[in-house]
């Protein structure tokens, strides 16, 4: 059974360093074609992409935010990371993680329940 | 980046057919996706690779199209579907979403 679960920590002000951890089970990040990303979903809005993950170490980011995004694993955990610096109002939002279970055709087949992220002062 | 149009809202009786279009601003292939998500809960895949129905989703939906524009079709539609339904494609860089299509029943 496949299973993901982001954490954060909820709120914070604006120009700090948002840390995420997505914590899995049911896969494994060493497994040929795997993948993991996250997306984000400010309250009524739509899904923006933010960063993908994949079993080789290979990293891919969403340009619009590349500078401040830094996506990593711990394999050996099952957890991915994502941090985003200086943050700003514009990054509240829920964020959540996924898996991709082949790179060939990337889509996120399992979710996370999300965790919601508040920036403000 | 790749823009994916959706309509905004579309609202079906019980029982009836239903499609929910999404068109790309380029070529996508087949690298489209369809998922489904309901109010306070993650989104669900439904559909991959344009056709494909993805594990334990009914086959009352299916998924069709390539390039350009895209399909998804609830048929018959039943009063849990009430939704949004996002599309994403995952062929050009970035991977973009679809604004979403509110399903209501009437």
């Known amino acids: 059974q496949v299973t993901l679960k982001e954490s954060g920590p909820g709120i914070l002000q604006p120009s700090q360093t948002l840390s995420l951890t997505c914590t899995f089970s049911g896969f494994s990040l060493s497994t040929y074609g795997m993948g993991v990303g996250w997306i984000r979903q400010p309250s009524g809005k739509g899904l923006e992409w933010l960063a993908n993950?994949?079993?080789?170490?290979?990293?891919y980011y969403n340009p619009s935010l590349k500078n401040r995004l830094t996506i990593s694993k711990d394999t050996s955990n099952n957890q991915a990371f994502l941090k985003i610096t200086n943050v700003d109002t514009a990054d509240t939002a829920t964020y959540y993680c996924a898996r991709i279970p082949i790179i060939t055709t990337p889509y996120f087949d399992y979710w996370g329940q999300g965790v919601m992220v508040t920036v403000s002062s | 980046d790749t823009v994916l149009t959706q309509s905004p809202a579309l609202a079906v009786s019980p029982g009836e057919r239903v499609t929910i279009s999404c068109r790309a601003s380029?070529?996508?292939?087949?690298?489209m996706h369809w998922y489904q998500q309901k109010p306070g809960q993650q989104p669900k895949l439904l559909i991959y690779g344009a056709s494909n129905l993805e594990s334990g989703v009914p086959a009352r939906f299916s998924g069709s199209g390539s390039g350009t524009d895209f399909t998804l079709t609830i048929d018959p539609v039943e009063a849990d579907d009430t939704a949004t339904y996002f599309c994403?494609?995952?062929?050009?860089?970035?991977?973009?979403f679809g604004a979403g299509t509110k399903l209501e029943l009437k």
């Open positions: 993950i994949w079993w080789d170490d290979d990293k």
């Open positions: 994403q494609q995952s062929w050009n860089d970035p991977y973009t």
């Open positions: 380029e070529s996508v292939s087949t690298g």
